[in-house]
């Protein structure tokens, strides 16, 4: 009898290792990470990720948009995007002012262009870029103009079809920069700024209501708290708390606000926080347990990580700013893997831009 | 110059590490402001889920029946479905928004046979508004904690 128990207990485990094995392998969905190269024929570089932060090409890789991308433009104008919930990669063209749609097969990481991409945006990008995301539910994609000074909302078909809706573009108070859908679908967050540069300085995000049909309603700007430029926004997944990063040349510098249910923000007790040397802090990333804040500093070639307590106050981690390797680092957008334990950080690499 | 990807681990405490071999070069000349990861960062937890287990998918569901549809949701070594769920925010069927849920047994049985007690829900028919046409079954919900959960499964329906 105690034999048998043996055998039986030999066989659940060895059950339990394959099923362990075969999920963490055969039968998995794979790690990805995907670039908007913003090349003049524009493409995805798409790589797997190992279980070691190894990055390796994937085959077919890089993907062509048939769209045409410019190189240039605000750095926390974030082109690339995916719809969490139906496998779709969104690919702003800056010189061609379409948005490409790709399925992403779940096991390669392969795309395949959707029928009918590229999709115009209707609007006008001045070459500066357009920013991509989509609400929780899937249903829309939100694409701001740069140039014009105005947002594209598509409706997003099971099939990934892209259709603008009924009175999109709607317009912003100032260039569109960064931008954020709230976690519970309900405001759209846009940093803005001052495009061409000039004198004015703008320091600001301006809010938006997303009604069920998709349509905005601009709810007003909520002015920044530092001397710098509101150039990105992050929302934590309880959709209480908005932060912001503003460029300047001095410190990093993020704002932070309550996020009231009627999308008013309120500046928290202790806001803007500030880190030093943080030079161009443009780029703000929550991760996905909202515990830390990373800042990307782009003239300082470094990474500011912030530890972010329960009432949405931050704290400079022990060991930050943390310094990028390479000849020439130069950290613009991030992105973290969905279970946190990576921080991807594009370098483009340029000087002085 | 090319455009690369710097790659850093993340420690629980938040504080980063760049990785042997960092960066990538993506091959491409400089420019690159933007990337994104897949499986992407998001607030809603994803979740494994068995229809009628041990059935594997797509299992076949008879909208008009009187009957409940029994439904796993998977533990795995990271989560608990049994005591991380809230049983009462289930809701499952055509869009998964549906109202229903007839009960969930919570002492939990292992129903995949991987050693790890999953949470068995039951759900009436009717209230899942399964359509003819439907193929796809998805169930939401929340942990006790308050993060909302999402799953889905492939489907047959037949005609009664």
């Given at each position: 009898?105690k034999?048998?128990?043996?055998?039986?207990?030999?066989?659940?485990?060895?059950?339990?290792?394959?099923?362990?094995?075969?999920?963490?392998?055969?039968?998995?969905?794979?790690?990805?990470?995907?670039?908007?190269?913003?090349?003049?024929?524009?493409?995805?570089?798409?790589?797997?990720?190992?279980?070691?932060?190894?990055?390796?090409?994937?085959?077919g890789?890089?993907?062509?948009?048939?769209?045409?991308?410019?190189?240039?433009?605000?750095?926390?104008?974030?082109?690339?995007?995916i719809a969490?919930?139906d496998?779709?990669?969104?690919?702003?063209?800056?010189?061609?002012?379409?948005?490409?749609?790709?399925?992403?097969?779940?096991?390669?990481?392969?795309?395949?262009?959707?029928?009918?991409?590229?999709f115009?945006?209707?609007?006008?990008?001045?070459?500066?870029?357009?920013?991509?995301?989509?609400?929780?539910?899937?249903?829309?994609?939100?694409?701001?103009?740069?140039?014009?000074?105005?947002?594209?909302?598509?409706?997003?078909?099971?099939?990934?079809?892209?259709s603008?809706?009924?009175?999109?573009?709607?317009?912003?108070?100032?260039?569109?920069?960064?931008?954020?859908?709230?976690?519970?679908?309900?405001?759209?967050?846009?940093?803005?700024?001052?495009?061409?540069p000039?004198?004015?300085?703008?320091?600001?995000?301006?809010?938006?209501?997303?009604?069920?049909n998709?349509?905005?309603?601009?709810?007003?700007?909520?002015?920044?708290?530092?001397?710098?430029?509101?150039?990105?926004?992050?929302i934590?997944?309880?959709?209480?708390?908005?932060?912001?990063?503003?460029?300047?040349?001095?410190?990093?510098?993020?704002?932070?606000?309550?996020?009231?249910?009627?999308?008013?923000?309120?500046?928290?007790?202790?806001?803007?926080?500030?880190?030093?040397p943080?030079?161009?802090?443009?780029?703000?990333?929550?991760?996905?347990?909202?515990?830390?804040?990373?800042?990307?500093?782009?003239?300082?070639?470094?990474?500011?990580?912030?530890?972010?307590?329960?009432?949405?106050?931050?704290?400079?981690?022990?060991?930050?700013?943390?310094?990028?390797?390479?000849?020439?680092a130069?950290?613009?957008?991030?992105?973290?893997?969905?279970d946190?334990?990576?921080?991807?950080?594009?370098?483009?690499?340029?000087?002085?831009? | 110059?090319?455009?690369?990807?710097?790659?850093?681990?993340?420690?629980?405490?938040?504080?980063?590490?760049?990785?042997?071999?960092?960066?990538?070069?993506?091959?491409?000349?400089?420019?690159?402001?933007?990337?994104?990861?897949?499986?992407?960062?998001?607030?809603?937890?994803?979740?494994?889920?068995?229809?009628?287990?041990?059935?594997?998918?797509?299992?076949?569901?008879?909208?008009?029946?009187?009957?409940?549809?029994?439904?796993a949701?998977?533990?795995?070594?990271?989560?608990?479905?049994?005591?991380?769920?809230?049983?009462?925010?289930?809701?499952?069927?055509?869009?998964?928004?549906?109202?229903s849920?007839?009960?969930?047994?919570?002492?939990?049985?292992?129903?995949?046979?991987?050693?790890?007690?999953?949470?068995?829900?039951?759900?009436?028919?009717?209230?899942?508004e399964?359509?003819?046409?439907?193929?796809?079954?998805?169930?939401?919900?929340?942990?006790?904690?308050?993060?909302?959960?999402?799953?889905?499964?492939?489907?047959?329906?037949?005609?009664?």
């Amino acid at each position: 009898m105690k034999y048998r128990a043996t055998l039986l207990h030999w066989g659940r485990s060895l059950l339990t290792v394959a099923a362990v094995l075969f999920h963490g392998s055969m039968w998995a969905q794979g790690n990805f990470v995907y670039t908007n190269d913003d090349q003049p024929s524009n493409t995805v570089s798409a790589f797997s990720v190992g279980s070691d932060g190894t990055l390796t090409a994937i085959a077919g890789s890089p993907f062509s948009t048939n769209g045409v991308g410019f190189r240039g433009g605000p750095f926390a104008t974030n082109r690339i995007g995916i719809a969490v919930m139906d496998n779709f990669l969104f690919v702003s063209n800056t010189g061609s002012d379409n948005v490409s749609v790709f399925n992403i097969n779940p096991r390669t990481g392969g795309l395949t262009p959707v029928a009918g991409s590229p999709f115009a945006t209707g609007s006008s990008s001045g070459d500066l870029g357009i920013a991509v995301s989509t609400t929780p539910d899937g249903r829309y994609l939100v694409a701001t103009n740069t140039g014009s000074n105005n947002i594209t909302v598509f409706s997003l078909a099971s099939n990934g079809i892209l259709s603008r809706i009924v009175g999109s573009p709607f317009p912003t108070l100032k260039s569109p920069d960064g931008i954020r859908i709230s976690p519970d679908g309900k405001f759209l967050a846009v940093a803005e700024t001052a495009f061409p540069p000039s004198e004015e300085t703008t320091n600001q995000v301006e809010n938006f209501s997303i009604a069920q049909n998709g349509t905005l309603t601009s709810l007003g700007a909520f002015a920044g708290g530092g001397t710098g430029s509101l150039t990105d926004v992050d929302i934590d997944c309880s959709s209480s708390f908005l932060y912001g990063g503003e460029a300047n040349d001095t410190n990093t510098i993020v704002d932070a606000y309550s996020i009231a249910s009627n999308g008013s923000l309120t500046a928290i007790s202790g806001s803007p926080f500030l880190a030093g040397p943080g030079d161009n802090s443009n780029v703000v990333l929550l991760s996905p347990d909202d515990k830390t804040l990373f800042v990307s500093n782009q003239f300082s070639d470094t990474i500011t990580a912030f530890s972010v307590a329960s009432n949405g106050s931050l704290s400079q981690l022990a060991g930050s700013p943390f310094p990028m390797r390479g000849v020439v680092a130069f950290p613009v957008g991030m992105a973290t893997s969905g279970d946190g334990s990576f921080l991807f950080v594009a370098d483009n690499n340029q000087v002085g831009t | 110059m090319k455009s690369s990807i710097s790659m850093f681990n993340v420690a629980k405490d938040g504080t980063i590490a760049e990785v042997s071999g960092s960066p990538f070069s993506t091959g491409q000349s400089s420019g690159l402001h933007s990337l994104t990861a897949y499986p992407p960062k998001s607030c809603v937890l994803p979740v494994g889920i068995q229809i009628k287990p041990p059935a594997s998918a797509p299992v076949v569901i008879n909208p008009q029946s009187k009957g409940k549809i029994p439904v796993a949701i998977l533990s795995t070594v990271t989560f608990n479905a049994v005591t991380q769920v809230s049983p009462n925010s289930l809701t499952f069927g055509h869009t998964g928004n549906e109202v229903s849920l007839a009960f969930c047994d919570t002492r939990g049985e292992d129903v995949n046979g991987d050693g790890l007690v999953d949470l068995v829900c039951y759900f009436n028919t009717r209230q899942t508004e399964f359509a003819a046409w439907d193929t796809t079954a998805v169930l939401k919900g929340q942990t006790i904690t308050g993060r909302k959960i999402r799953a889905s499964e492939s489907i047959r329906t037949v005609p009664k």
